[in-house]
């Protein structure tokens, strides 16, 4: 199994990143797909999912119309857009798969947003 994010960086207050996830090994269409980050010294929070057919999304209160969580089933793909970036999103953000019992986990992208 394998679940790879990319696409983060540093980036300014207000501006947009998107990050991406790839996952293989496993049955991507079949997983709800999270994204999930964690700030220095605090701990890993849900940021947002999406279900395994991608109808249903949810996002935390402190990212809701701001940031977007998509899936491509046939790439194996999900996505996170940010736009309107805060210095409190910055934290390591880390792709999760699941359903019933089987989680995996990404080994994390670092988003940095500051002037």
């Known amino acids: 199994v394998h679940v790879v994010e990319s696409g983060g960086g540093l980036v300014q207050p207000g501006g947009s990143l998107r990050l991406s996830c790839v996952a293989s090994?496993?049955?991507?269409?079949?997983?709800?797909m999270s994204w999930y980050r964690q700030a220095p010294g605090k701990e890993r929070e849900l940021v947002a999912t999406?279900?395994?057919?991608?109808?249903?999304?949810n996002y935390a209160d402190s990212v809701k119309g701001r940031f977007t969580i998509s899936r491509d089933n046939a790439e194996n793909t999900v996505f996170l857009q940010m736009n309107s970036l805060k210095p409190e999103d910055t934290a390591v953000y880390y792709c999760?798969?699941?359903?019933?019992?089987?989680?995996?986990w990404g080994q994390g992208t670092q988003v940095a947003v500051s002037s």
């Open positions: 090994g496993f049955t991507f269409r079949r997983y709800d």
């Open positions: 999406i279900t395994s057919a991608g109808g249903s999304t």
């Open positions: 999760h798969a699941r359903r019933f019992y089987a989680d995996y």
